[in-house]
């Protein structure tokens, strides 16, 4: 039981605030964007900078309270009930030097902020599908976007990061300091400590040739078949993804998009728009698409490519990557979700990788992706009503559907909510997993970043 005194003592310290269960801003401070997660913690810190973070570590570690952390909230269902909450959302550092590239991104900035402040340089980051979520986040399970199979992983342009550990101390993680907690937070996700801070190189890329194709139901067989043909002979220097949709009819929605059951195709090639409208000819003749927004677009638009939503909203998923694709997969996948089907599944997507997402940094790094040929994802209808058995039943089913196709590998940002240790583990090989359990122990002996399930 904290002592009311043992907490003004660290809010005496604290530039940023210090709030509890029954103080009016506490529930809106606490929410994240996944509004299935419940957060209750016994304290939560709005950190004002790097040494509040510090100072509440400190404070954790001397009154045995666990910690977590919480950046935008674009993370899996984690029910939080005790010890403190790390919010970052006010640590929005963010510059670029425009000689060399280098952006230094602050823990609460989202990806949108520091495309924005990339495009007049001509500049881009190799980001994840949303622009939504935040930038760190991201980066710390390795990252892959829609310039995955030309650029490779997020996590492979990092050039260093600022982290509270578990002793409270702020450590510089680099290929030159503290290699081997660099190596761990590229790809690694968490129980490290609080990311604070990072700094990674940006490229120059101002414009890509880029968007969607939208099918209407009658399309999806033959889009999603002639699609996984096509992936076959797919140049490198292209990145696609298919994403079965049943849409809500909602205002919020754009035409043709309200209450659609459809499927997207996803296209970027990172070059000139007449190469890149050869390239995407292929995907165009699958069918007749309802809707072709596939052109030159600037990177600081990458977003629209797959057009993730923004606001908050409870979801439920799972994702797993695949050991390749054929026509029994796509027949399993429309058994669940094709013409014909009811499903609470409003997004069901394939995303091919390959290319330099399976070549590793020189120094290595812990990104549990390397390798594999395809991810699989699908989420739930955003109905609360249908979260306890109608939803979790159908992502259960779909996962039986394509069992023979799923990798024994995962990558920690597809993981979603890790069930249990197997799953947990899965989500990198075994020696890389092996490693950053032990330097997990070794930057946060006490466990305090809890991270994981408990081993089985």
Avoid: C
């Avoid at 969607?212 to 889009?223: K, N, R, Y």
């Avoid at 996803?266 to 000819?281: H, I, S, V």
């Amino acid at each position: 039981m904290l002592e009311n005194s043992e907490i003004q003592e660290l809010e005496s310290k604290l530039t940023g605030s210090l709030l509890r269960p029954g103080d009016s801003n506490f529930p809106s401070t606490v929410t994240g964007f996944n509004l299935a997660s419940s957060y209750s913690p016994e304290l939560a810190l709005v950190a004002g900078g790097e040494e509040d973070v510090a100072e509440a570590v400190k404070f954790a570690a001397k009154h045995k309270l666990p910690i977590r952390i919480l950046g935008t909230g674009h993370g899996p269902t984690v029910h939080i009930s005790d010890g403190m909450l790390i919010v970052t959302r006010n640590l929005n550092r963010l510059s670029i030097n425009p000689e060399t590239g280098v952006a230094t991104i602050g823990a609460g900035l989202k990806w949108e902020a520091v495309q924005a402040a990339a495009a007049p340089m001509g500049l881009t980051a190799i980001t994840g599908s949303s622009p939504d979520v935040g930038a760190i986040g991201l980066t710390l399970g390795g990252g892959l976007g829609p310039l995955g199979r030309s650029h490779g992983a997020t996590s492979d342009y990092v050039k260093s990061f600022r982290v509270v550990t578990g002793d409270g101390e702020l450590r510089t993680a680099s290929a030159e300091e503290n290699p081997d907690l660099f190596w761990a937070l590229r790809g690694g996700k968490g129980g490290f400590g609080v990311v604070t801070e990072m700094e990674i190189q940006l490229v120059e890329l101002p414009v890509i040739y880029a968007g969607a194709l939208i099918f209407g139901t009658d399309q999806i067989e033959p889009a999603l078949r002639g699609w996984i043909d096509w992936t076959g002979s797919a140049p490198e220097e292209v990145t696609t993804s298919v994403a079965v949709m049943r849409l809500p009819d909602l205002e919020q929605l754009p035409e043709p998009m309200r209450g659609l059951h459809g499927l997207a195709v996803r296209f970027a090639y990172p070059g000139d728009a007449e190469t890149g409208e050869a390239l995407a000819k292929p995907l165009r003749d699958l069918g007749t698409a309802m809707a072709d927004m596939i052109s030159e677009l600037p990177t600081s638009m990458m977003g629209l490519i797959h057009n993730d939503p923004t606001d908050p909203m409870p979801a439920n998923d799972i994702g797993r990557l695949l050991s390749g694709v054929d026509q029994d997969l796509a027949t399993a996948v429309l058994s669940q979700v094709g013409a014909g089907t009811t499903s609470p599944l409003v997004v069901t997507e394939i995303r091919q990788l390959g290319g330099r997402l399976d070549v590793d940094v020189p120094e290595g790094s812990s990104y549990g992706g390397r390798g594999a040929k395809f991810s699989l994802y699908s989420v739930g209808a955003p109905d609360p009503r249908l979260a306890e058995s109608v939803i979790p039943q159908a992502l259960g089913s779909l996962l039986s559907a394509v069992e023979p196709w799923i990798s024994n590998q995962n990558t920690v940002n597809f993981a979603g909510k890790f069930e249990s240790w197997d799953h947990f583990r899965s989500a990198w090989p075994p020696e890389i997993f092996d490693r950053l359990q032990k330097l997990r122990g070794k930057f946060d002996p006490q466990g305090l970043f809890t991270y994981g399930p408990t081993p089985d």
